[in-house]
């Protein structure tokens, strides 16, 4: 810019520019009045929901003071983003449960709607049409990838991902052999909901001490290429799945803070998500698995098809809307089926095949009167999985199993088994082997 050209920009500029100074205070307090936004933990929000590029905003801020400054505009750039982030600095947004805001204003969940727009953590791309058409692509697409009593589960679950809530205590597992088009169901869920979805990897969130800060604000994280290596461990992913209170959350660079996480998981694979050592109850509880049909072999492939399924958004909005309000209605619990039910018994027995060793004939019986030693028992647990070709579970984690089911097994842990010669050792009470323990 010419010395012409900025004395005649001079002449008109705003009251926050003092010859070649920019008052910063009154810059950002101008620059709020034409672009209202709140800033809560560093992250700026405004009523279309969180800014996910502040990349936007440097260029909103060099775009007003470029007349003005000649010199050193990034460093300036960036001390204005800052002072900016201090001027609307608030404690915190809601965590509306009772509402989704939608592009063209705010859903509450009793039937009402406004037009009207308020800060906000998370607002969908999606218009409230209540008068879209039956997304007969969509329906078409789900009758082909899953069977017909699984479909109310998903369309429960795309609900429950509509609202900041974690009160399901469930992620979604969409398992198949591949090419049914599983994919698909993540495409159409980011036409809902836009940037409030991020795409990752589950081994990531549960081993990387960064990843669980990048899900906050987010509503679904989908990993649509699950890894079939087993967790090392689980502690994350239970964590988020029921999260109720604030977590710890950490940045790379910075200070640990306390933050809500309201994200749901959904994930694909050609698997069920498994734990190398977590055989408890609690880690398969919180997952539903729904199994994709085979692919026909007649079946044509569309190009065309998720344009197509996208473009059904504002019908299909509704039809994850009567999910939702079908889930509350039943106080979050899923609509499972048989099938479900199954696809779980089979990832928990897949996961800790101690459940089927338990159900095993011919090695043991159940008899009240009886006691067995760990070892023993554990030796007569490694000879049935020596039978059955299969991997043992350490010593250790079949006990800890055992203990933690006692009153499942009617079993009674304790340290006072004889074991001859005036000896005792830790074993259960109500076993009685009917092998005997290799020497």
Known sequence: MSSANIQN???DAPDW???????????????????PMVSVNGTFFTADGLVSDENLLKKEIYDGIKQYVTTGIPKKVSNLLEVLRMECCTDGLPLYQDRIHVANGTLFLDGGFSEGKDFCRNRLPVAYSPGASVPLAWMEFLSQLLNAEDIPTLQEFFGYCLIPSTRGQKMLLLTGKGGEGKSRVGIVLQALLGSNMKTGSIAKVENSPFARADLQNMLVMVDDDMKMEALTQ??????????????DLEKKGQQSYQGDLRVRFLAFGNGTLQALHDRSFGFFRRQIIL???ERSPNRRDDPYLADKLCSEKEGIFLW??????RLIRNDFQFTLSQRANANM????????????FMKSQGYFRFKADSEVSSRDFYDVYRLWCEDNALNPLSQKSLTNYLKQNESTYNLEYTNKVHIGGGRFARGFLGLELIQRPPL
Do not use: W, Y
């Not at 520019?17 to 672009?35: N, P, T, W, Y």
């Open 320 to 325: 994850a809307l009567e999910g939702l309000q």
């Open 9 to 11: 920009a001079m002449t």
């Open 291 to 293: 199994e994709a049909r």
């Open 345 to 356: 018994e089979a990832a928990v027995a897949d996961g800790n095949n101690a459940v089927e």
């Open 17 to 35: 520019v003092d010859g070649k100074r920019i008052d910063e205070v009154r810059f950002c307090a101008s620059f709020l009045q034409s672009h």
């Open 234 to 247: 689980t502690n994350n992913i239970k964590a988020i799945v029921t999260a109720e209170l604030p977590m």
